[in-house]
């Protein structure tokens, strides 16, 4: 089914929307890599919906991601920009190319390429502050069924001082929690311990 952007899940014919949408981006242009596709090269997961709904992506996202044929790209639909899927992606060997087409609208596709582009860091987090030295207050949000842990986490923001830091350890990548760390003006980096769980440092 089409929606009003032109994005649809599954292997799919660009609509002129589409094509529209690739020709707006605004960082860097288009890799040749991406353009022309074949229709059977191109994956496209709308989750935009899924998101606002409360839903949490990041499973949904992978299994896609799993699916893919060694020649196809995946074209990411979302409300913000995932910007910590980029490391776990670049770990499997794809690089990204970002598109912002308007609020809550952001178009990401991912494709394979060489090991200097898959590891490259994001251009978006490039001029971000450096994560704080010291302690950090420790919040943790295991345990707990969403939306419980996005609220603990966000209920103790305020503590953060100056040159201060959070340590959130969620069962979960909190892939809701990142617009609203945005949103308020948070930096923040996530990592996936050898344990399971996730630990996500939040700083300004």
Not at 127 to 144: H, K, M, Q, T, W
């Amino acid at each position: 089914m089409t929606n009003e952007t032109g994005c649809h899940e599954g292997h799919v014919r660009p609509t002129p929307e589409t094509k529209a949408c690739d020709a707006q981006s605004t960082g860097t242009p288009m890799p040749e890599v991406l353009r022309d596709l074949p229709d059977d090269r191109l994956v496209i997961l709308d989750i935009r919906e899924h998101v606002r709904g409360g839903e949490e992506p990041f499973q949904r996202i992978m299994q896609t991601v799993m699916s893919l044929r060694d020649d196809q790209v995946l074209k990411l639909c979302n409300i913000f920009e995932p910007v910590p899927l980029y490391g776990v992606l670049a770990q499997r060997g794809f690089a990204h190319w970002t598109q912002r087409r308007g609020p809550e609208d952001w178009c990401i596709m991912f494709y394979r390429a060489g090991a200097e582009a898959a590891t490259s860091p994001a251009p978006s987090t490039a001029s971000r502050p450096a994560e704080p030295v010291g302690n950090a207050i420790v919040v943790d949000a295991r345990g707990l069924e969403p939306p419980q842990p996005m609220a603990k986490i966000l209920e103790n923001l305020p503590r953060i001082a100056a040159g201060g830091k959070i340590l959130a350890i969620t069962d979960r990548r909190p892939m809701l929690l990142y617009p609203k760390l945005e949103e308020r003006g948070f930096v923040f980096s996530t990592e996936e311990t050898m344990h399971g769980w996730f630990e996500t440092r939040i700083w300004k």
